[in-house]
């Protein structure tokens, strides 16, 4: 018999159940379920196990997970129609009827069988809570703990972004983005492809943006300091259309959905360099496509009607190749110096009757935003464009802080929250101390941070609340130059955004969250040789004590089978000193201090930042004699 506990204890509970049966991973799954019901026993996965499926969109995820279950667990499962008898994985849209939510799904694994009820994308992630499910690798065992889901998101929209203006990445890795996105019940990759270091979208009737406004001359190098030291070497490339076009196709077989940003009226100086009569005043130019990074004055020109001509025909082929009801237009940081002395923005302000340059600014929005409704689209853009007037049928992606979002959905607008204030800016460094990460931005975005955050304000009302349509995390990457650095930048994070979108509130628990669904699935990473910035030590933090001894007990490796090593002497902590396995007591000798360090290292090498706690005994030597 089933007894149904609250998700907590179910996860307690299977937590308790697992070590008393050490063969059967904890089912530790992110985002965290709504509903969770604990079984008994276990499915086997052998060879005699068959996957079926109802119809022919079933079947094209029946086979996605026959092709993930042969490459991780080299087991080759047939897949055919209406299976029937022992050992079968149903993956099964005919079951889905009172599943309301498109995305929503129920997943039942007893002893006898699988079911996988939903359609399209729930049926995709009853397979991605499945994938959890199994164990990571052939040798833990062939087992999936008998456990009853039901299980649909909180958002509808939940993005993670990826800036390839400032450093660019190949398609293959732009795949594996998209698969991340996909495992942690993402929908949608909002792909930056215009800055001012660099246009990234073949236009074909706009060769020069992939011959010039595809390559700067050099890049910065280290920090952001003027005069910088730069790198001397060409940089750049641009994806085709027929490339942009793969990686659409990739996405949507994953249900994903990939939103295009064409960066305007600012962000333009690449493309102005490739094409300047677009710049303001008489004789414009000449522009080159940054080196450094920052908010640029060398915006497009919003008097000239040229500027509108060749805005409209990118977005003909963008729209042609992407065919998300959402377009991103930028509107973000557009300096108004150039427009304020152009003749060209001036007479536009007159002819149209317009108060300032501020209100030129939503005249352009206001004008494109025409342009694409008319090709049966919507537009999206940063929270600026609320400035001089919001365009009619705008999404305000709020990311200055919550005031932007919640100034558009007082307005009846739709918002996605990627506030920077809610940690949702994965450029910032993921813990305090600088010397301690890598190169980044500046900021503080930690994974607790992340976790914390609501994105839907309390400050409205419940019917302006129905306009959070989402919540999206934007990896800028200034200082992102690989796809490595990408990874280590997106993960541990990404599990934390994956939560606050898809869980409801009540339901998240930063405990459980951290210290044992993190652990499990960071340990998944490092088998796969992803990278990932491995978190500190759990159970301690930098700290000074005051006292003659102290006792470091409790603390836990942030990697499921990871080890923790310390050292005494303020020397960095390796796999050449001490292991912590219990208990560890320091004794301080009157007036003097230890410095406790102590670093967790991952099954395979990879490691965390140290933690320091240091011991005073403030005692005097003298004092402590009698
Ligand atoms: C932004 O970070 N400029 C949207
Ligand atoms: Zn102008």
């Given at each position: 018999?089933?007894?149904?506990?609250?998700?907590?204890?179910?996860?307690?509970?299977?937590?308790?159940?697992?070590?008393?049966?050490?063969?059967?991973?904890?089912?530790?799954?992110?985002?965290?379920?709504?509903v969770?019901?604990?079984?008994?026993?276990?499915?086997?996965?052998?060879a005699?196990?068959?996957?079926?499926?109802?119809?022919?969109?079933?079947?094209?995820?029946?086979?996605?997970?026959?092709?993930?279950?042969?490459?991780?667990?080299?087991?080759?499962?047939?897949?055919q129609?209406?299976?029937t008898?022992?050992?079968?994985?149903?993956?099964?849209?005919?079951k889905?009827?009172?599943?309301?939510?498109?995305?929503?799904?129920?997943?039942?694994?007893?002893?006898g069988?699988?079911?996988?009820?939903?359609?399209?994308?729930?049926?995709?992630?009853?397979?991605?809570?499945?994938?959890?499910?199994?164990?990571?690798?052939?040798?833990?065992?062939?087992?999936?703990?008998?456990v009853?889901?039901?299980?649909?998101?909180?958002y509808?929209?939940?993005?993670?972004?990826?800036?390839?203006?400032?450093?660019?990445?190949?398609?293959?890795?732009?795949?594996?983005?998209?698969?991340?996105?996909?495992?942690?019940?993402?929908?949608?990759?909002?792909?930056?492809?215009?800055?001012?270091?660099?246009?990234?979208?073949?236009?074909?009737?706009?060769?020069?943006?992939?011959?010039?406004?595809?390559?700067?001359?050099?890049?910065?190098?280290?920090?952001?300091?003027?005069?910088?030291?730069?790198?001397?070497a060409?940089?750049?490339?641009?994806?085709?259309?027929?490339?942009?076009?793969?990686?659409?196709?990739?996405?949507?077989?994953?249900y994903?959905?990939?939103?295009?940003?064409?960066?305007?009226?600012?962000?333009?100086?690449?493309?102005?360099?490739?094409?300047?009569?677009?710049?303001?005043?008489?004789?414009?130019?000449?522009?080159?496509?940054?080196?450094?990074?920052?908010?640029?004055?060398?915006?497009?020109?919003?008097?000239?009607?040229?500027?509108?001509?060749?805005?409209?025909?990118?977005?003909?082929?963008?729209?042609?190749?992407?065919?998300?009801?959402?377009?991103?237009?930028?509107?973000?940081?557009?300096?108004?110096?150039?427009?304020?002395?152009?003749p060209?923005?001036?007479?536009?302000?007159?002819?149209?009757?317009?108060?300032d340059?501020?209100?030129?600014?939503?005249?352009?929005?206001?004008?494109?935003?025409?342009?694409?409704?008319?090709?049966?689209?919507?537009?999206?853009?940063?929270?600026?464009?609320?400035?001089?007037?919001?365009?009619?049928?705008?999404?305000?992606?709020?990311?200055?802080?919550?005031?932007?979002?919640?100034?558009?959905?007082?307005?009846?607008?739709?918002?996605?929250?990627?506030a920077?204030?809610?940690?949702?800016?994965?450029?910032?460094?993921?813990?305090?101390?600088?010397?301690?990460?890598?190169?980044n931005?500046?900021?503080?975005?930690?994974?607790?941070?992340?976790?914390?955050?609501?994105?839907?304000?309390?400050?409205?009302?419940?019917?302006?609340?129905?306009?959070?349509?989402?919540?999206?995390?934007?990896?800028?990457?200034?200082?992102?130059?690989?796809?490595?650095?990408?990874?280590?930048?997106?993960?541990?994070?990404?599990?934390?955004?994956?939560?606050?979108?898809?869980?409801?509130?009540?339901?998240?628990?930063?405990?459980?969250?951290?210290?044992?669904?993190?652990?499990?699935?960071?340990?998944r990473?490092?088998?796969?040789?992803?990278?990932?910035?491995?978190?500190?030590?759990?159970?301690?933090?930098?700290?000074?004590?005051?006292?003659?001894?102290?006792?470091?007990?409790?603390?836990?490796?942030?990697?499921?089978?990871?080890?923790?090593?310390?050292?005494?002497?303020?020397?960095?902590?390796?796999?050449?000193?001490?292991?912590?396995?219990?208990?560890?007591?320091?004794?301080?000798?009157?007036?003097?201090?230890?410095?406790?360090?102590?670093?967790?290292?991952?099954?395979?090498?990879?490691?965390?930042?140290?933690?320091?706690?240091?011991?005073?005994?403030?005692?005097?030597?003298?004092?402590a004699?009698?």
């Open positions: 018999m089933k007894k149904i506990y609250s998700f907590l204890l179910a996860m307690w509970c299977l937590v308790t159940y697992a070590l008393a049966q050490e063969t059967t991973p904890v089912p530790a799954i992110i985002p965290a379920p709504d969770l019901q604990v079984g008994d026993g276990n499915f086997t996965l052998s005699a196990t068959r996957i079926a499926y109802d119809s022919d969109a079933d079947r094209e995820i029946a086979v996605f997970f026959q092709a993930y279950v042969r490459e991780a667990l080299q087991l080759d499962l047939p897949v129609p209406n299976a008898g022992a050992s079968v994985i149903h993956f099964a849209s005919k889905a009827g009172d599943i309301t939510n498109p995305e929503g799904y129920e997943l039942v694994v007893s002893p069988g699988i079911a996988l009820h939903g359609k399209g994308a729930g049926l995709f992630y009853a397979m991605q809570t499945l994938i959890q499910l199994l164990p990571s690798d052939a040798e833990a065992g062939l087992m999936v703990p008998a009853t889901i039901r299980d649909a998101p909180r509808a929209y939940r993005g993670l972004h990826l800036d390839v203006g400032r450093h660019m990445f190949p398609i293959s890795f732009i795949k594996k983005y998209i698969d991340f996105i996909a495992a942690y019940k993402l929908n949608t990759f909002h792909w930056h492809l215009t800055d001012d270091q660099g246009w990234r979208i073949e236009i074909k009737k706009y060769p020069k943006l992939a011959e010039v406004a595809a390559f700067r001359d050099q890049t910065l190098i280290g920090r952001n300091r003027r005069p910088g030291m730069y790198d001397g060409r940089y750049g490339g641009f994806y085709t259309q027929e490339e942009a076009r793969e990686v659409v196709a990739y996405a949507a077989a994953r994903v959905t990939v939103i295009p940003e064409i960066e305007l009226p600012g962000h333009a100086q690449a493309a102005l360099t490739a094409y300047p009569h677009l710049g303001c005043g008489e004789n414009p130019g000449p522009y080159h496509v940054a080196q450094h990074w920052g908010v640029f004055e060398e915006v497009f020109c919003a008097g000239k009607e040229e500027t509108f001509t060749f805005l409209e025909d990118v977005l003909d082929e963008v729209i042609a190749i992407f065919p998300s009801a959402y377009i991103h237009i930028g509107g973000d940081e557009c300096p108004k110096d150039r427009w304020e002395t152009c060209y923005c001036q007479k536009r302000i007159k002819d149209e009757g317009l108060a340059e501020h209100e030129l600014q939503s005249y352009v929005i206001h004008r494109i935003e025409k342009y694409v409704n008319s090709k049966g689209r919507r537009i999206i853009g940063w929270d600026e464009i609320l400035e001089g007037g919001l365009a009619p049928d705008a999404t305000v992606m709020s990311w200055r802080g919550e005031a932007g979002g919640i100034d558009a959905a007082k307005l009846g607008h739709d918002v996605i929250m990627t920077n204030s809610y940690g949702l800016y994965f450029d910032h460094k993921q813990g305090p101390d600088v010397n301690r990460e890598p190169l931005i500046g900021g503080l975005s930690t994974l607790q941070k992340v976790y914390s955050a609501d994105p839907t304000p309390q400050a409205l009302s419940a019917a302006e609340k129905k306009h959070i349509i989402g919540v999206q995390a934007n990896v800028w990457t200034e200082y992102i130059e690989t796809p490595n650095k990408v990874e280590f930048t997106i993960f541990p994070r990404l599990f934390a955004l994956s939560e606050i979108a898809w869980t409801d509130p009540a339901k998240k628990n930063w405990q459980d969250f951290s210290t044992l669904r993190v652990p499990a699935h960071l340990a990473l490092d088998r796969t040789e992803t990278v990932y910035r491995v978190p500190e030590v759990l159970g301690l933090q930098d700290t000074v004590i005051y006292a003659s001894e102290h006792t470091f007990n409790q603390l836990r490796s942030s990697v499921a089978g990871g080890k923790i090593y310390y050292t005494i002497d303020n020397f960095d902590p390796s796999d050449t000193d001490l292991e912590y396995r219990e208990a560890v007591k320091v004794v301080v000798p009157p007036g003097e201090e230890r410095v406790f360090k102590a670093t967790v290292i991952a099954p395979s090498g990879r490691r965390s930042n140290y933690v320091r706690a240091v011991i005073v005994n403030s005692k005097r030597p003298d004092m004699m009698n």
